[in-house]
Each structure stands twice: as structure tokens, then as C-alpha cells.
């Protein structure tokens, strides 16, 4: 069963990321339910769990036309001051990250590739069991 975090222990895997590459603010780690799994420093946890929250709609949008029409990799949604960047994690988790206009979308999605492949297994959610009864 997915729990929110307490934590933050994979917050650092998004740090390196965000070091990596000039003009990203913000990087959460979050569930296909909008549970947040990790957040970047420089973020409050209350501003995270909003973030995992909107990201996660903008994601499900996203994969419904995506899978339907294309199969849905990644997305990113530009702004008047900077992108949002939506990519799938590993199972039931997405990875979103803020950035500013000048970044460099191609390094940022080279290292979030590289991120996935390195510890996707551990970024990974088992969904969400229905513990609730059905009377």
C-alpha cells in the first residue's frame, strides 16, 4: 500500500537532477493517486504536496490522449516564465519538475532518463488497495 512520505529520503535523487542542469527550480516525485514520494530541497513540504497534486491531474490528462492516440512518454507544458516537465518514474509514479525559460529541456530530460534507468525500481508504487468496505 502507498503511504505519504514522512521523510523525504529520495528527495536527494531529485537534487542531483536538478544540479545537473541550469534553470530547474522544483522537482517532486509523486504517485498516479497524487501522493507526494519525494520533493526537492528548496521546496516546502506543503507546496510539494500541491505541486504532486496538480501535476498528477495535468499527468492523467496527458496519458489518457497520449496512450489513446500516441503512447504517452513524457509531456511539457510551457508557460510565460518556464516549462513543466511530466515523466513516468517507474510503476504508478511520475516525476514532475518547474523550471525557468532558459533551461535546457533536452539535458533535462537526458537526466531524467538517466535517473529512471539508474533506480526506477526504487522510485516505483504498488497502487493504492481498496480498504474501505463495499456494503
Known sequence: MTRP???????????RTLQGVSGVKHGVLFTDDGLLKAYSTGLHRDEAERLAASLTAQAALARQDGEHYFGWQQSVIEYNSGYVVLAPAALNTRLGFITTPEVSLGDLTLKLAELVQRVGEELASE????IGSSA
Not at 127 to 130: A, M
Open 5 to 15: 512520505i514522512t521523510d523525504n529520503r529520495l528527495g536527494f535523487l531529485l537534487d
Open 127 to 130: 497502487p493504492r488497495q481498496d
